[in-house]
């Protein structure tokens, strides 16, 4: 597999210059230790040991899998070692609560880190990432004893978290969750039930699991309103807070599945576990949200990751791989062949995965600037509005770029061509590895309907009102990102966005009149809407990212080629990929009829 580099240049670029993270830090009591000196320490020495530790593991990692053994998972060599280097480096609790172990830093930060660690190994930052979850549900939901007994010690990273929603019989459906918790003389709850696809359930990386658990009490009302959730450890904490005897709760086997090898994915059983009621009892899907809002972030940054990771390897090919001459005229006459990177088709494979991965960079990271306004904002009305904003976001990030970055991971191996389908050089197995971020937590067209259903129908739209107005004062050159004055270049990549915009607009109100005449317009089109919503968010961002260059080369920078890349990107992914919008509007005016009329009969196979 090609080197990994850390994309820090690229991430600065966002962070620094297009977002001014440094100006935004200035609205929060914590932002002051968000130094320019500290976020670069942070992010020069995350990206050694991505580099140094974490990518060797990968493909590693992927060959050897977990092993399991009597109800106990050993993760591949290596994997434990890295964890107590990120222990000790104290990775864990960089945006988290001084009160609990953590340095206090903004969201936004810790965003950049789990970047870094999931561009270099998915697999292995999945034990760290689940514990985020399961960190900001105690932090959000739990008692203050709870908190200190679980809370500090996920913080520091001596334990690790999980979150068990799903059960042999339900998925997306948590209604039909069957776990049940009895109380017990002593306040705590006993549980009894099955959860599979449990992520990190079962691992050798830490001495104590803490899984956030749904279950149903005795007298609970049928339904999502039934389910209350509660905090089962692995080892139960003695009164000083260490691990003690074993609880019921434990791995009956993992999983063999097509990717994220390392990552143990577990079915838990628990026989009469102990456990511990968070938030109010049949709120517990309310409380398990912030987890699962957290986890769809979290998995929306894995198909931006998947597109860098697999565009560095077909870069470095591309350029070395020499076949056949250019049309146009020999470009290395001075060698058998032309490199494969002057073909044309060549060039849209891997400004595809450029203009996926990058413009996703800038999708997380201005969601990551609207999420430490929902943590840490002055006000309860700055956190609602924000949190009405990212909720609004999340399915779009969620499934839009996961499935292009799965999109720019099979690229990826068609770069390659015939060796991008061998093992040994690891293109295939982004594209295993990336799979399952379009499934788990919440599939494409889960998210569809959360975003058109929910975010558009029932919730009136609000956030969606925001954010094309917002795009609409960009357009006008009104903006609190760029300064509207260097668009000479890029004028007509903003009058276009400039009438997807009212385009969108339009669609919108057309599917809602639709919808509320019959109800199957909103499933026939929901995934279309969402991915017309996910291409017009990119462009709005590319368009920025644009001006921005823009900016710097009329200031006089000397990364000239730097700047260069993101306009000539920018103008690629309006003339190239942006009008993939018509499709999805098509399908979407087409309507329900040639979904809905055909009867089940025509589905059946005829020998």
């Given at each position: 597999?090609?080197?990994?580099?850390?994309?820090?240049?690229?991430?600065?670029?966002?962070?620094?210059?297009?977002?001014?993270?440094?100006?935004?830090?200035?609205?929060?009591?914590?932002?002051?230790?968000?130094?320019?000196?500290?976020v670069?320490?942070?992010?020069?020495?995350?990206?050694?040991?991505?580099?140094?530790?974490?990518a060797?593991?990968?493909?590693?990692?992927?060959?050897?899998?977990?092993?399991f053994?009597?109800?106990?998972?050993?993760?591949?060599?290596?994997?434990?070692e890295?964890?107590?280097?990120?222990?000790?480096?104290?990775?864990?609790?960089?945006?988290?609560d001084?009160?609990?172990?953590?340095?206090?830093?903004?969201?936004?930060?810790?965003v950049?880190?789990?970047?870094l660690?999931?561009?270099?190994?998915?697999?292995?930052?999945?034990?760290?990432?689940?514990?985020?979850?399961?960190?900001?549900?105690?932090?959000?939901?739990?008692?203050?004893?709870?908190k200190?007994?679980?809370?500090?010690?996920?913080?520091?990273?001596?334990w690790?978290?999980?979150?068990?929603?799903?059960?042999?019989?339900?998925?997306?459906?948590?209604?039909?969750?069957?776990?049940?918790?009895?109380?017990?003389?002593?306040?705590?709850?006993?549980?009894?039930?099955?959860?599979?696809?449990?992520?990190?359930?079962?691992?050798?990386?830490?001495?104590?699991?803490?899984?956030?658990?749904?279950?149903?009490?005795?007298?609970?009302?049928?339904?999502?309103?039934?389910?209350?959730?509660?905090?089962?450890?692995?080892?139960?904490?003695?009164?000083?807070?260490?691990?003690?005897?074993?609880?019921?709760?434990?791995?009956?086997?993992?999983?063999?599945?097509?990717?994220?090898?390392?990552?143990?994915?577990?079915?838990?059983?628990?026989?009469?576990?102990?456990?511990?009621?968070?938030?109010?009892?049949?709120?517990?899907?309310?409380?398990?949200?912030?987890?699962?809002?957290?986890?769809?972030?979290?998995?929306?940054?894995?198909?931006?990751?998947?597109?860098?990771?697999?565009?560095?390897?077909?870069?470095?090919?591309?350029?070395?791989?020499?076949?056949?001459?250019?049309?146009?005229?020999?470009?290395a006459?001075?060698?058998?062949?032309?490199?494969?990177?002057?073909?044309?088709?060549?060039?849209?494979?891997?400004?595809?995965?450029?203009?996926?991965?990058?413009?996703?960079?800038?999708?997380?990271?201005?969601?990551?600037?609207?999420?430490?306004?929902?943590?840490?904002?002055?006000?309860?009305?700055?956190?609602?509005?924000?949190?009405?904003?990212?909720?609004?976001?999340?399915?779009?990030?969620?499934?839009?770029?996961?499935?292009?970055?799965?999109?720019?991971?099979?690229?990826?191996?068609?770069?390659?061509?015939?060796?991008?389908?061998?093992?040994?050089?690891?293109?295939?197995?982004?594209?295993?590895?990336?799979?399952?971020?379009?499934?788990?937590?919440?599939?494409?067209?889960?998210?569809?309907?959360?975003?058109?259903?929910?975010?558009?129908?029932?919730?009136?739209?609000?956030?969606?009102?925001?954010?094309?107005?917002?795009?609409?004062?960009?357009?006008?050159g009104?903006?609190?990102?760029?300064?509207?004055?260097?668009?000479?270049?890029?004028?007509?990549?903003?009058?276009?966005?400039?009438?997807?915009?009212?385009?969108?607009?339009?669609?919108?109100l057309?599917?809602?009149?639709?919808?509320?005449?019959?109800?199957?317009?909103?499933?026939?089109?929901?995934?279309?809407?969402?991915?017309?919503?996910?291409?017009?968010?990119?462009?709005?961002?590319?368009?920025?990212?644009?001006?921005?260059?823009?900016?710097?080369?009329?200031?006089?920078?000397?990364?000239?080629d730097?700047?260069?890349?993101?306009?000539?990107?920018?103008?690629?992914?309006?003339?190239?990929?942006?009008?993939?919008?018509?499709?999805?509007?098509?399908?979407?005016?087409?309507?329900?009829?040639?979904?809905?009329?055909?009867?089940?009969?025509?589905?059946a196979?005829?020998?």
């Amino acid at each position: 597999m090609p080197e990994f580099k850390a994309p820090i240049r690229d991430m600065k670029f966002v962070f620094e210059e297009l977002f001014n993270a440094y100006q935004h830090y200035g609205n929060f009591e914590k932002g002051a230790e968000a130094t320019p000196d500290m976020v670069n320490a942070i992010l020069d020495e995350c990206a050694k040991f991505c580099e140094q530790e974490l990518a060797p593991l990968y493909q590693t990692g992927d060959e050897e899998g977990c092993h399991f053994e009597n109800g106990e998972v050993k993760t591949p060599a290596g994997y434990k070692e890295a964890y107590q280097t990120y222990v000790d480096s104290g990775w864990q609790g960089i945006s988290h609560d001084t009160e609990y172990g953590g340095l206090g830093l903004p969201i936004s930060i810790g965003v950049l880190k789990s970047e870094l660690i999931s561009t270099a190994n998915w697999s292995w930052g999945m034990y760290p990432g689940l514990s985020m979850g399961a960190m900001n549900t105690v932090f959000m939901h739990g008692d203050e004893q709870q908190k200190q007994v679980y809370l500090t010690k996920m913080t520091e990273g001596a334990w690790t978290g999980t979150m068990c929603l799903t059960e042999p019989q339900c998925g997306t459906d948590l209604g039909q969750v069957k776990t049940k918790a009895e109380v017990n003389a002593d306040g705590s709850y006993s549980l009894t039930g099955t959860k599979i696809f449990i992520s990190a359930g079962e691992h050798d990386m830490a001495e104590n699991i803490v899984h956030i658990v749904l279950a149903r009490l005795p007298d609970a009302p049928k339904g999502t309103r039934g389910i209350s959730l509660f905090i089962v450890p692995k080892f139960m904490p003695d009164a000083d807070g260490n691990v003690a005897e074993r609880n019921g709760i434990v791995c009956s086997g993992i999983e063999k599945k097509m990717g994220i090898k390392a990552s143990s994915t577990c079915v838990m059983s628990l026989d009469g576990a102990k456990g511990f009621l968070i938030g109010e009892p049949n709120q517990g899907l309310h409380c398990m949200f912030t987890f699962m809002n957290t986890a769809r972030i979290g998995t929306a940054m894995q198909g931006s990751c998947a597109a860098e990771r697999s565009f560095q390897g077909a870069l470095a090919y591309a350029k070395d791989r020499c076949s056949m001459r250019s049309l146009s005229g020999k470009k290395a006459p001075d060698k058998v062949a032309d490199p494969i990177i002057v073909h044309p088709d060549v060039r849209r494979m891997l400004l595809t995965q450029k203009a996926f991965a990058e413009g996703g960079r800038a999708m997380l990271h201005y969601a990551a600037l609207i999420a430490d306004y929902f943590v840490d904002g002055a006000t309860e009305e700055i956190k609602e509005r924000a949190d009405d904003d990212l909720g609004f976001l999340t399915p779009i990030l969620k499934a839009f770029l996961t499935e292009t970055g799965y999109e720019a991971a099979n690229l990826g191996v068609q770069v390659f061509g015939g060796h991008g389908y061998i093992k040994e050089w690891g293109m295939e197995q982004i594209v295993r590895d990336t799979r399952i971020s379009m499934l788990y937590e919440g599939t494409t067209g889960i998210q569809a309907l959360d975003l058109l259903g929910r975010k558009i129908l029932m919730d009136r739209g609000g956030a969606y009102r925001r954010f094309t107005k917002e795009v609409k004062n960009y357009c006008n050159g009104k903006s609190e990102f760029v300064t509207g004055k260097h668009r000479s270049e890029i004028k007509p990549l903003i009058k276009r966005l400039k009438q997807m915009n009212s385009e969108w607009n339009r669609l919108t109100l057309k599917v809602v009149y639709r919808s509320i005449k019959n109800r199957d317009e909103v499933g026939a089109s929901s995934v279309d809407y969402l991915m017309y919503s996910g291409y017009v968010v990119m462009a709005y961002f590319w368009a920025m990212m644009a001006e921005k260059a823009e900016e710097q080369l009329a200031a006089g920078t000397t990364e000239v080629d730097f700047y260069r890349g993101k306009i000539e990107t920018a103008k690629f992914y309006f003339d190239k990929i942006l009008p993939r919008t018509s499709a999805h509007r098509e399908s979407i005016m087409s309507g329900s009829s040639s979904l809905m009329d055909i009867s089940e009969e025509a589905f059946a196979v005829v020998g």
